[in-house]
């Protein structure tokens, strides 16, 4: 018997979000995105995914004074239209399929940021 022990990765969870973009969707963009989607959620990598409301509400607390304000707020086109958590291996495969993604989509900008606890 080895006495050597293989380290098992622990898996790591990244949300990946993506900013409105100014180009409409068409057949193509649905068609590639339901088959990343497919392939994804087959494999077990995909958590969850969904699109975001324009605006939205913003809630914003100083001292005891919490205050509530409806959106669409004027930098809404800062503002995430859409998000996926997946769970991977390693960062690097996060990003590798933050590229995938917009390869699909085309132009825009996506943030990935590591998801911590259970």
């Known amino acids: 018997m080895g ?6 990765e622990e898996p790591m969870r ?43 509400v913003r809630v914003t607390s100083s001292g005891d004074e919490v205050t509530v304000t409806d959106g669409p707020f004027a930098e809404a ?10 769970e991977v291996r390693s960062k690097e495969e996060a990003i590798e399929l933050a590229r995938r993604f917009r390869r699909i989509v085309g132009d825009g900008e996506s943030v990935i940021q590591q998801v911590f606890g259970p």
């Open 14 to 56: 990244y949300l990946m979000t993506t900013k409105a973009s100014d180009t409409a969707p068409d057949e193509r963009l649905y068609a590639e995105m339901a088959e990343f989607v497919e392939e994804l959620t087959a494999a077990g990598v995909l958590l969850a995914t969904g699109g975001l409301e324009p605006g939205g």
């Open 77 to 86: 086109k800062e503002a995430v239209a859409g998000f996926a958590l997946v």
């Open 3 to 8: 006495t050597a022990t293989e380290e098992k």
